[in-house]
């Protein structure tokens, strides 16, 4: 609450000074001296009443300085304006990922990482892109960051045939950022391998992304050297093979360097949060903040408030307080 006019308030002291003055001698309209005035009984109602007078007076007074002095009420509204950046999550989901040098494995540490990232952004539409052999978007840019973390969730290995199409992962990504608004446009592509499948070269689809304004931070995931890797056979259940490190870190330190991003190695889940962690610092949005407040005039209800205490106070002094007890 605020006071619109608060030098009203100021007429409270002379106010406070005259009630004490009053209320320090006996008050009436009049006095009348009555020789046999202890034949009376000496406090009846009545003169209950006639002592309430002055008070009921006063608080008239109060609430009527009060009301000059304009009290406001209001509820403040704030809103945020924020540009928002524009995010396209590439996710290698092939064979390799189940590789267990991350625990559990590689994606299932891919997928926890990438749900904190999303939980950590504020304002920023954010869609999901998922290859193997192929490419396909499993979220499109959402603000909603519940059904992207839930899709995320559903990520799984066998949607799409085995390989690593990282040129048709980029494609994907880019062609769901051309034209959005965001005044950043950026892809995190992550993958373990190198490209082996489909028909866009990744250095070509960098060479798009630097053309609509896209930038692409990559990361490169896996320890060095062999890793097991589980496979599940139909006849003999689960089994592991050894499988060496096949990263092609070269094409996708060009694609970084094309488009103005940056290349990252993550060879442990630990590195793997510091990344996104970094990347989440650098894309920061940078947000405005309004606030309105709708204030309401509470002195009108106070001044009728006054209005009938006086008009209380006078009833009660013309009446039962002007008259002998």
């Given amino acids: 609450m605020r006071f619109a006019s608060p030098l009203f308030l100021l007429a409270l002291i002379p106010l406070a000074l005259l009630l004490l003055r009053e209320f320090r001698r006996p008050w009436s309209r009049a006095r009348l001296g009555i020789p046999a005035a202890g034949f009376f009984p000496r406090r009846g109602w009545r003169s209950r009443l006639a002592g309430a007078v002055p008070v009921l007076v006063g608080l008239s007074g109060l609430l009527l300085v009060v009301a000059l002095a304009r009290p406001q009420t209001g509820a403040a509204k704030v809103e945020r304006k924020s540009e928002g950046i524009d995010i396209v999550l590439a996710l290698d989901i092939s064979g390799s990922m189940r590789a267990e040098d991350f625990k559990p494995n590689r994606l299932a540490v891919v997928k926890q990482v990438a749900k904190e990232f999303v939980q950590g952004r504020s304002g920023d539409r954010i869609g999901l892109v998922v290859f193997a052999g192929g490419a396909y978007t499993q979220c499109p840019l959402t603000l909603d960051y519940g059904v992207l973390t839930t899709l995320l969730d559903e990520v799984d290995f066998g949607n ?26 950026i892809v995190v592509l992550l993958t373990d391998g190198q490209n082996n499948a489909g028909e866009i070269d ?63 190695r993550a060879t442990s889940a630990e590195a793997l949060e510091e990344i996104y962690g970094e990347i989440d610092r650098m894309e920061k949005t940078t947000a405005s903040t309004v606030e309105y407040v709708q204030y309401n005039e509470r002195g009108p209800w106070l001044a ?17 307080g002007s008259r002998i007890p």
């Fill in 304 to 320: 009728l408030v006054a209005g009938l205490v006086l008009a209380g106070a006078l009833v009660v002094g013309e009446t039962a």
């Fill in 160 to 185: 799409v045939p085995d390989g690593t199409a990282i040129g048709m992962a980029l494609a994907t990504s880019v062609n769901r950022l051309r034209g959005t608004p965001g005044k950043s446009k």
């Fill in 202 to 264: 990744p250095v070509t689809a960098a060479e798009a992304a630097k053309a609509v304004g896209v930038k692409v931070y990559t990361i490169g995931a896996g320890t060095q050297g062999p890793v097991r890797v589980p496979v599940d056979d139909p006849v003999f259940g689960r089994r592991y093979v050894t499988m060496e490190a096949s990263l092609d870190e070269k094409t996708l330190t060009e694609i970084a360097r094309t488009t103005g991003g940056r290349y990252f």
